[in-house]
Protein backbone atom coordinates (compact mmCIF):
# COMPACT_ATOMS: atom_id res chain seq x y z
CA UNK A 1 0.00 0.00 0.00
CA UNK A 2 1.27 3.63 -0.75
CA UNK A 3 2.67 5.60 2.21
CA UNK A 4 -0.06 6.81 4.69
CA UNK A 5 -1.11 7.50 7.99
CA UNK A 6 -4.84 7.46 8.43
CA UNK A 7 -7.46 6.25 10.70
CA UNK A 8 -8.86 3.26 9.28
CA UNK A 9 -8.94 1.82 5.06
CA UNK A 10 -11.91 -0.16 6.23
CA UNK A 11 -13.90 2.99 5.66
CA UNK A 12 -13.28 3.18 2.31
CA UNK A 13 -16.35 2.22 0.35
CA UNK A 14 -18.34 4.76 2.49
CA UNK A 15 -16.00 7.80 1.55
CA UNK A 16 -15.84 6.34 -2.24
CA UNK A 17 -19.64 6.87 -2.52
CA UNK A 18 -19.34 10.21 -0.68
CA UNK A 19 -16.48 11.43 -2.67
CA UNK A 20 -18.49 10.54 -6.17
CA UNK A 21 -21.87 12.35 -4.78
CA UNK A 22 -19.92 15.26 -4.62
CA UNK A 23 -18.22 15.23 -7.86
CA UNK A 24 -21.91 14.76 -9.30
CA UNK A 25 -22.42 18.49 -7.95
CA UNK A 26 -18.51 19.49 -9.43
CA UNK A 27 -19.10 19.86 -13.25
CA UNK A 28 -16.11 21.94 -13.64
CA UNK A 29 -13.71 19.92 -12.02
CA UNK A 30 -14.52 17.03 -13.48
CA UNK A 31 -14.23 18.71 -16.99
CA UNK A 32 -10.85 20.12 -15.93
CA UNK A 33 -10.19 16.40 -15.26
CA UNK A 34 -11.19 14.92 -18.61
CA UNK A 35 -8.68 17.36 -20.45
CA UNK A 36 -6.33 16.59 -18.07
CA UNK A 37 -6.46 12.89 -18.17
CA UNK A 38 -6.69 13.39 -22.17
CA UNK A 39 -3.21 16.38 -21.86
CA UNK A 40 -0.98 15.32 -18.82
CA UNK A 41 0.22 18.54 -18.18
CA UNK A 42 1.04 17.58 -14.53
CA UNK A 43 3.32 14.83 -15.72
CA UNK A 44 5.62 13.26 -13.12
CA UNK A 45 5.47 16.69 -10.94
CA UNK A 46 5.10 16.09 -7.43
CA UNK A 47 2.47 18.06 -5.31
CA UNK A 48 2.19 18.49 -1.83
CA UNK A 49 -0.96 19.36 -0.64
CA UNK A 50 -2.18 20.58 2.84
CA UNK A 51 -6.16 20.85 2.58
CA UNK A 52 -9.46 20.09 4.86
CA UNK A 53 -9.49 16.55 3.48
CA UNK A 54 -13.53 16.13 2.61
CA UNK A 55 -14.54 14.81 0.18
CA UNK A 56 -14.76 18.24 -2.27
CA UNK A 57 -11.10 18.48 -2.04
CA UNK A 58 -11.02 13.96 -2.69
CA UNK A 59 -11.88 15.30 -6.14
CA UNK A 60 -9.21 18.03 -6.57
CA UNK A 61 -6.65 15.20 -5.97
CA UNK A 62 -8.60 12.69 -8.50
CA UNK A 63 -8.07 16.07 -11.28
CA UNK A 64 -4.49 16.26 -9.87
CA UNK A 65 -3.86 12.52 -10.26
CA UNK A 66 -5.39 12.48 -13.36
CA UNK A 67 -3.25 15.21 -14.96
CA UNK A 68 -0.22 12.69 -14.14
CA UNK A 69 0.70 14.08 -10.78
CA UNK A 70 1.95 12.40 -7.67
CA UNK A 71 -0.13 13.39 -4.68
CA UNK A 72 0.73 13.56 -1.11
CA UNK A 73 -2.00 15.33 1.45
CA UNK A 74 -2.43 16.08 4.73
CA UNK A 75 -5.17 18.07 6.67
CA UNK A 76 -4.96 21.84 7.35
CA UNK A 77 -7.43 21.50 10.15
CA UNK A 78 -7.08 18.88 12.76
CA UNK A 79 -11.01 18.26 13.43
CA UNK A 80 -11.87 18.94 9.69
CA UNK A 81 -10.32 15.28 8.31
CA UNK A 82 -12.95 12.53 6.86
CA UNK A 83 -11.62 9.40 8.04
CA UNK A 84 -13.89 7.82 4.88
CA UNK A 85 -12.28 10.05 2.36
CA UNK A 86 -8.58 9.67 3.41
CA UNK A 87 -9.15 6.16 3.07
CA UNK A 88 -11.04 6.39 -0.24
CA UNK A 89 -8.23 8.80 -1.52
CA UNK A 90 -5.55 6.00 -0.21
CA UNK A 91 -7.52 2.57 -1.52
CA UNK A 92 -9.41 4.03 -4.76
CA UNK A 93 -6.92 6.89 -5.92
CA UNK A 94 -3.83 6.53 -5.63
CA UNK A 95 -3.04 9.83 -3.25
CA UNK A 96 -0.81 9.57 -0.03
CA UNK A 97 -3.02 10.78 3.03
CA UNK A 98 -1.67 11.59 6.34
CA UNK A 99 -4.80 13.04 7.85
CA UNK A 100 -6.38 11.26 11.02
CA UNK A 101 -9.65 13.49 12.32
CA UNK A 102 -9.39 14.92 16.04
CA UNK A 103 -5.34 14.00 15.44
CA UNK A 104 -3.31 15.98 18.01
CA UNK A 105 -1.53 18.81 17.83
CA UNK A 106 2.16 16.81 17.61
CA UNK A 107 0.89 14.62 14.93
CA UNK A 108 -1.06 17.65 12.69
CA UNK A 109 2.92 18.57 12.11
CA UNK A 110 3.58 15.31 11.80
CA UNK A 111 1.89 14.97 8.87
CA UNK A 112 3.07 18.25 7.54
CA UNK A 113 6.72 16.78 7.81
CA UNK A 114 5.80 13.85 5.68
CA UNK A 115 4.37 16.47 2.97
CA UNK A 116 7.30 18.22 3.22
CA UNK A 117 9.78 15.05 3.33
CA UNK A 118 7.96 13.93 -0.13
CA UNK A 119 9.81 16.62 -1.47
CA UNK A 120 7.11 18.64 -3.44
CA UNK A 121 7.49 20.64 -6.19
CA UNK A 122 4.05 22.42 -6.10
CA UNK A 123 2.55 23.22 -2.73
CA UNK A 124 -1.15 23.86 -2.10
CA UNK A 125 -2.06 25.04 1.11
CA UNK A 126 -5.00 26.40 3.42
CA UNK A 127 -4.13 28.56 5.87
CA UNK A 128 -0.50 28.48 5.14
CA UNK A 129 0.78 25.72 7.29
CA UNK A 130 2.99 23.88 4.65
CA UNK A 131 4.55 27.15 3.44
CA UNK A 132 5.34 28.54 7.05
CA UNK A 133 6.71 25.01 8.18
CA UNK A 134 9.40 24.69 5.15
CA UNK A 135 10.46 28.39 5.37
CA UNK A 136 10.92 28.20 9.17
CA UNK A 137 12.27 24.48 9.90
CA UNK A 138 12.60 22.92 6.79
CA UNK A 139 14.47 24.65 4.34
CA UNK A 140 16.29 21.71 2.99
CA UNK A 141 12.66 21.45 0.97
CA UNK A 142 13.12 24.36 -0.73
CA UNK A 143 14.77 23.74 -3.60
CA UNK A 144 12.54 21.39 -5.16
CA UNK A 145 10.24 23.89 -5.33
CA UNK A 146 8.89 25.92 -8.30
CA UNK A 147 5.58 27.37 -6.94
CA UNK A 148 2.51 27.10 -4.60
CA UNK A 149 -0.87 28.00 -4.35
CA UNK A 150 -3.01 29.37 -1.33
CA UNK A 151 -7.15 28.33 -0.40
CA UNK A 152 -7.55 30.86 1.92
CA UNK A 153 -7.52 35.15 3.16
CA UNK A 154 -5.55 34.08 6.08
CA UNK A 155 -3.65 32.27 4.09
CA UNK A 156 -2.83 34.76 1.48
CA UNK A 157 -2.44 37.62 4.60
CA UNK A 158 0.31 35.45 5.93
CA UNK A 159 2.04 35.08 3.01
CA UNK A 160 1.71 38.71 2.02
CA UNK A 161 3.60 39.48 5.28
CA UNK A 162 5.92 37.20 4.34
CA UNK A 163 6.56 38.78 0.80
CA UNK A 164 6.43 42.52 2.58
CA UNK A 165 9.81 41.02 5.09
CA UNK A 166 11.69 39.77 1.56
CA UNK A 167 10.99 36.24 3.48
CA UNK A 168 9.43 34.68 0.74
CA UNK A 169 11.65 31.69 -1.11
CA UNK A 170 9.05 30.73 -4.19
CA UNK A 171 5.84 32.25 -6.37
CA UNK A 172 2.58 31.58 -4.58
CA UNK A 173 -0.41 32.22 -5.95
CA UNK A 174 -3.46 33.27 -4.07
CA UNK A 175 -6.08 31.11 -5.32
CA UNK A 176 -8.48 33.08 -2.65
CA UNK A 177 -8.60 36.01 -4.16
CA UNK A 178 -9.75 34.74 -7.67
CA UNK A 179 -13.19 36.24 -8.23
CA UNK A 180 -14.84 32.76 -8.63
CA UNK A 181 -13.40 31.92 -5.57
CA UNK A 182 -14.11 34.48 -2.86
CA UNK A 183 -17.18 35.95 -4.35
CA UNK A 184 -18.91 32.78 -4.30
CA UNK A 185 -17.04 30.13 -2.05
CA UNK A 186 -16.21 32.28 0.76
CA UNK A 187 -19.87 34.13 0.82
CA UNK A 188 -22.10 31.41 -0.11
CA UNK A 189 -20.16 28.55 1.11
CA UNK A 190 -19.22 29.95 4.71
CA UNK A 191 -22.79 31.04 4.87
CA UNK A 192 -24.76 28.04 4.62
CA UNK A 193 -21.59 25.59 5.71
CA UNK A 194 -21.15 27.57 9.44
CA UNK A 195 -25.26 27.57 9.84
CA UNK A 196 -25.02 24.04 8.70
CA UNK A 197 -22.46 22.94 11.54
CA UNK A 198 -24.08 24.99 13.84
CA UNK A 199 -27.34 23.44 13.71
CA UNK A 200 -25.81 19.79 13.46
CA UNK A 201 -24.29 20.16 16.44
CA UNK A 202 -26.88 21.73 18.63
CA UNK A 203 -30.17 21.57 16.95
CA UNK A 204 -31.31 24.40 18.01
CA UNK A 205 -34.11 26.51 16.33
CA UNK A 206 -32.29 29.70 14.82
CA UNK A 207 -35.19 31.45 13.92
CA UNK A 208 -36.42 34.22 16.94
CA UNK A 209 -32.46 34.08 18.04
CA UNK A 210 -29.84 37.08 17.97
CA UNK A 211 -27.16 35.57 16.07
CA UNK A 212 -23.98 38.25 16.13
CA UNK A 213 -21.53 37.88 13.63
CA UNK A 214 -17.94 39.16 13.97
CA UNK A 215 -16.53 40.41 10.94
CA UNK A 216 -18.46 41.60 7.86
CA UNK A 217 -16.09 40.09 5.22
CA UNK A 218 -17.08 37.96 2.48
CA UNK A 219 -18.00 35.27 4.86
CA UNK A 220 -19.59 37.32 7.71
CA UNK A 221 -21.33 39.31 4.27
CA UNK A 222 -23.10 35.62 3.73
CA UNK A 223 -23.22 34.25 7.46
CA UNK A 224 -25.08 37.21 8.16
CA UNK A 225 -27.29 36.96 5.13
CA UNK A 226 -28.15 33.32 5.14
CA UNK A 227 -29.07 33.86 9.04
CA UNK A 228 -31.05 36.58 8.68
CA UNK A 229 -32.73 34.23 5.95
CA UNK A 230 -33.38 31.42 9.05
CA UNK A 231 -35.42 34.02 10.81
CA UNK A 232 -32.57 35.11 13.31
CA UNK A 233 -32.18 38.79 14.38
CA UNK A 234 -28.62 40.01 13.22
CA UNK A 235 -25.88 42.00 15.19
CA UNK A 236 -22.70 42.73 13.21
CA UNK A 237 -19.77 43.72 15.25
CA UNK A 238 -16.73 45.17 12.61
CA UNK A 239 -13.29 47.56 13.01
CA UNK A 240 -13.13 48.25 9.58
CA UNK A 241 -15.87 51.20 9.47
CA UNK A 242 -16.84 50.87 5.24
CA UNK A 243 -17.42 47.29 6.21
CA UNK A 244 -19.41 48.21 9.54
CA UNK A 245 -21.12 51.06 6.93
CA UNK A 246 -22.16 47.90 4.15
CA UNK A 247 -23.65 46.26 7.09
CA UNK A 248 -25.77 49.11 8.43
CA UNK A 249 -27.24 49.76 5.17
CA UNK A 250 -27.86 46.28 4.43
CA UNK A 251 -30.10 46.12 7.47
CA UNK A 252 -28.61 45.08 9.82
CA UNK A 253 -27.64 46.21 13.48
CA UNK A 254 -24.02 47.06 14.12
CA UNK A 255 -22.45 47.37 18.07
CA UNK A 256 -19.61 47.28 19.44
CA UNK A 257 -19.08 43.54 20.81
CA UNK A 258 -19.15 44.99 24.34
CA UNK A 259 -23.21 45.65 23.89
CA UNK A 260 -23.72 42.68 21.15
CA UNK A 261 -22.58 40.38 24.10
CA UNK A 262 -25.69 41.24 26.00
CA UNK A 263 -28.13 40.45 23.08
CA UNK A 264 -25.93 37.04 21.71
CA UNK A 265 -27.69 33.52 21.78
CA UNK A 266 -25.32 32.98 19.24
CA UNK A 267 -22.04 34.53 18.11
CA UNK A 268 -19.74 33.36 15.22
CA UNK A 269 -16.48 35.23 14.81
CA UNK A 270 -15.03 34.98 11.10
CA UNK A 271 -12.68 38.28 10.93
CA UNK A 272 -9.15 36.40 10.71
CA UNK A 273 -8.21 37.62 13.53
CA UNK A 274 -7.58 37.58 17.50
CA UNK A 275 -9.60 37.11 20.64
CA UNK A 276 -12.44 38.94 18.78
CA UNK A 277 -14.63 37.07 21.54
CA UNK A 278 -12.75 38.23 25.08
CA UNK A 279 -13.12 38.82 28.54
CA UNK A 280 -14.96 41.92 27.76
CA UNK A 281 -17.35 39.70 26.17
CA UNK A 282 -17.57 36.64 28.06
CA UNK A 283 -18.18 39.09 31.22
CA UNK A 284 -21.20 40.60 29.73
CA UNK A 285 -22.61 37.33 27.92
CA UNK A 286 -26.12 36.16 28.70
CA UNK A 287 -26.30 32.63 30.32
CA UNK A 288 -26.44 29.91 27.93
CA UNK A 289 -24.81 31.87 25.01
CA UNK A 290 -23.41 29.87 22.03
CA UNK A 291 -19.91 30.75 20.79
CA UNK A 292 -18.22 29.59 17.45
CA UNK A 293 -15.74 30.15 15.50
CA UNK A 294 -15.66 29.98 10.92
CA UNK A 295 -12.75 31.79 10.69
CA UNK A 296 -9.44 29.45 9.44
CA UNK A 297 -7.74 29.54 13.04
CA UNK A 298 -8.85 28.64 16.57
CA UNK A 299 -7.60 31.50 17.82
CA UNK A 300 -10.54 34.10 17.53
CA UNK A 301 -12.25 33.09 21.02
CA UNK A 302 -9.92 33.55 24.01
CA UNK A 303 -10.21 30.47 25.10
CA UNK A 304 -7.45 30.15 27.55
CA UNK A 305 -9.26 33.18 29.27
CA UNK A 306 -12.62 30.60 29.58
CA UNK A 307 -10.38 27.88 30.53
CA UNK A 308 -8.70 29.96 32.96
CA UNK A 309 -11.80 31.53 34.54
CA UNK A 310 -14.52 29.20 34.29
CA UNK A 311 -15.19 27.44 37.43
CA UNK A 312 -15.94 23.96 35.53
CA UNK A 313 -16.20 22.74 32.09
CA UNK A 314 -18.24 20.10 30.88
CA UNK A 315 -18.84 18.29 27.96
CA UNK A 316 -22.33 18.16 27.18
CA UNK A 317 -21.89 15.94 23.78
CA UNK A 318 -19.04 15.69 21.08
CA UNK A 319 -17.78 19.29 20.15
CA UNK A 320 -20.14 20.79 22.16
CA UNK A 321 -18.79 22.37 25.59
CA UNK A 322 -20.12 24.09 28.78
CA UNK A 323 -18.18 26.38 30.70
CA UNK A 324 -19.79 27.33 34.17
CA UNK A 325 -18.46 30.97 35.11
CA UNK A 326 -18.27 31.64 38.61
CA UNK A 327 -21.43 34.16 38.98
CA UNK A 328 -23.50 30.71 37.52
CA UNK A 329 -23.72 31.59 33.68
CA UNK A 330 -23.07 29.22 31.31
CA UNK A 331 -21.56 29.49 27.81
CA UNK A 332 -21.05 26.87 25.72
CA UNK A 333 -18.43 26.71 22.72
CA UNK A 334 -18.95 24.65 19.61
CA UNK A 335 -16.16 22.49 17.92
CA UNK A 336 -13.15 24.02 20.20
CA UNK A 337 -12.90 26.95 18.82
CA UNK A 338 -12.18 25.35 15.65
CA UNK A 339 -13.89 26.42 12.16
CA UNK A 340 -17.68 24.96 13.37
CA UNK A 341 -18.46 24.20 9.53
CA UNK A 342 -15.82 21.79 9.00
CA UNK A 343 -15.74 20.30 12.52
CA UNK A 344 -19.36 20.34 12.84
CA UNK A 345 -20.99 19.64 9.15
CA UNK A 346 -18.67 18.77 5.92
CA UNK A 347 -17.63 22.26 5.56
CA UNK A 348 -18.85 24.24 2.12
CA UNK A 349 -20.95 21.98 -0.33
CA UNK A 350 -19.78 20.88 -3.77
CA UNK A 351 -21.12 23.15 -5.96
CA UNK A 352 -18.87 26.39 -4.97
CA UNK A 353 -15.41 23.71 -3.99
CA UNK A 354 -16.19 23.48 -7.99
CA UNK A 355 -15.32 26.39 -8.45
CA UNK A 356 -12.09 26.98 -5.85
CA UNK A 357 -11.17 24.09 -7.03
CA UNK A 358 -10.84 24.34 -10.44
CA UNK A 359 -8.67 27.46 -9.67
CA UNK A 360 -6.38 25.26 -7.84
CA UNK A 361 -5.75 22.64 -10.88
CA UNK A 362 -5.29 25.41 -13.34
CA UNK A 363 -2.61 27.47 -11.16
CA UNK A 364 -0.67 24.01 -11.10
CA UNK A 365 -1.02 24.29 -14.53
CA UNK A 366 0.04 28.09 -15.30
CA UNK A 367 3.02 26.87 -12.00
CA UNK A 368 4.05 24.17 -14.08
CA UNK A 369 4.49 26.59 -17.72
CA UNK A 370 5.87 30.05 -15.89
CA UNK A 371 6.60 29.32 -12.88
CA UNK A 372 10.65 29.79 -14.44
CA UNK A 373 9.14 33.69 -15.05
CA UNK A 374 8.04 34.23 -11.42
CA UNK A 375 9.41 36.14 -8.77
CA UNK A 376 8.77 34.85 -5.29
CA UNK A 377 5.48 37.06 -4.10
CA UNK A 378 2.17 36.72 -4.15
CA UNK A 379 0.39 36.37 -7.65
CA UNK A 380 -2.86 37.12 -8.41
CA UNK A 381 -5.19 33.99 -10.83
CA UNK A 382 -4.35 35.30 -13.89
CA UNK A 383 -7.73 37.21 -15.23
CA UNK A 384 -8.43 34.80 -18.11
CA UNK A 385 -8.45 31.67 -15.80
CA UNK A 386 -11.20 33.17 -13.38
CA UNK A 387 -12.88 34.26 -16.46
CA UNK A 388 -12.70 30.99 -18.40
CA UNK A 389 -13.76 29.18 -14.92
CA UNK A 390 -17.11 31.25 -14.44
CA UNK A 391 -17.77 31.02 -18.11
CA UNK A 392 -17.95 26.77 -17.49
CA UNK A 393 -19.48 27.49 -14.51
CA UNK A 394 -22.30 29.23 -16.01
CA UNK A 395 -22.38 26.88 -19.01
CA UNK A 396 -22.63 24.06 -16.52
CA UNK A 397 -25.87 25.96 -14.79
CA UNK A 398 -27.27 26.02 -18.28
CA UNK A 399 -27.43 30.08 -18.04
CA UNK A 400 -26.54 31.76 -21.11
CA UNK A 401 -25.36 35.51 -21.02
CA UNK A 402 -25.05 38.50 -23.48
CA UNK A 403 -21.25 39.36 -25.79
CA UNK A 404 -20.17 42.55 -26.69
CA UNK A 405 -21.42 43.73 -30.02
CA UNK A 406 -18.11 45.45 -32.55
CA UNK A 407 -19.91 48.41 -31.90
CA UNK A 408 -20.01 48.53 -27.82
CA UNK A 409 -16.90 47.42 -27.66
CA UNK A 410 -15.11 50.18 -29.94
CA UNK A 411 -17.24 52.38 -27.88
CA UNK A 412 -15.88 51.00 -24.40
CA UNK A 413 -12.74 51.56 -25.87
CA UNK A 414 -13.14 55.51 -27.32
CA UNK A 415 -12.70 58.91 -24.95
CA UNK A 416 -13.82 61.16 -27.55
CA UNK A 417 -17.65 60.24 -27.00
CA UNK A 418 -19.24 62.32 -24.48
CA UNK A 419 -22.45 63.58 -24.21
CA UNK A 420 -24.96 63.38 -26.77
N1 LIG B 1 -15.00 28.57 7.41
C1 LIG B 1 -14.52 28.47 6.18
O1 LIG B 1 -14.71 27.46 5.50
C2 LIG B 1 -13.79 29.61 5.59
C3 LIG B 1 -13.85 29.87 4.21
C4 LIG B 1 -13.18 30.98 3.70
C5 LIG B 1 -12.44 31.78 4.56
N2 LIG B 1 -12.36 31.46 5.89
C6 LIG B 1 -11.60 32.27 6.85
O2 LIG B 1 -12.52 33.21 7.42
C7 LIG B 1 -11.81 34.38 7.83
C8 LIG B 1 -12.45 35.61 7.16
O3 LIG B 1 -12.32 35.50 5.75
P1 LIG B 1 -12.96 36.59 4.77
O4 LIG B 1 -12.67 36.12 3.39
O5 LIG B 1 -14.35 36.91 5.18
O6 LIG B 1 -11.99 37.83 5.12
P2 LIG B 1 -12.25 39.39 4.82
O7 LIG B 1 -10.91 40.02 4.88
O8 LIG B 1 -13.11 39.56 3.61
O9 LIG B 1 -13.13 39.87 6.09
C9 LIG B 1 -12.68 39.89 7.41
C10 LIG B 1 -13.46 41.01 8.13
O10 LIG B 1 -13.20 40.91 9.52
C11 LIG B 1 -13.08 42.23 10.03
N3 LIG B 1 -12.34 42.20 11.29
C12 LIG B 1 -11.00 42.08 11.51
N4 LIG B 1 -10.72 42.11 12.81
C13 LIG B 1 -11.90 42.25 13.46
C14 LIG B 1 -12.28 42.35 14.83
N5 LIG B 1 -11.36 42.34 15.79
N6 LIG B 1 -13.59 42.49 15.12
C15 LIG B 1 -14.54 42.54 14.15
N7 LIG B 1 -14.25 42.45 12.82
C16 LIG B 1 -12.94 42.31 12.49
C17 LIG B 1 -12.34 42.98 8.93
O11 LIG B 1 -12.50 44.37 9.07
C18 LIG B 1 -13.01 42.41 7.69
O12 LIG B 1 -14.13 43.17 7.29
C19 LIG B 1 -10.35 34.12 7.43
O13 LIG B 1 -9.67 33.56 8.53
C20 LIG B 1 -10.47 33.11 6.31
O14 LIG B 1 -9.28 32.39 6.13
C21 LIG B 1 -13.04 30.41 6.42
Redesign the pocket.
Known sequence: MIDCDIKDIALADEGRARIEWADRDMPVLASIRERFEREKPLAGVRIGACLHVTTETANLMRTLVAGGAEVRLCASNPLSTQDDTAASLVRDYGVSVFAIRGEDNETYYRHIDAVIDFKPQITLDD?GDVVGRIHESRRDALPGIIGGAEE????VIRLAAMAAEGELAYPVIAV?DAKTK?FF??RY??GQ??LDGIIRLTNRLLAGRTLVV???????KGLAMRAKGMGCRVIV????PV?ALEAHMDGFAVMP?EEAAHEADIWVT????LN?IDDVCFEAMKDGAIICN????NSEINIPWLEEHALRKEALKPLVEEYTMPDGRTIILLAEGR?V??SGAE??PANVMDMSFANHALASEYLIEHARDMEPKVYDVPAQIDEDIAALKLATLGVHIDELTPEQIAYMNTWQVGTV
Do not use: I, Q
Open positions: GTTTGNHDNGTSTSGYGWCGCEVDARVTGNVSGHFLNLGH
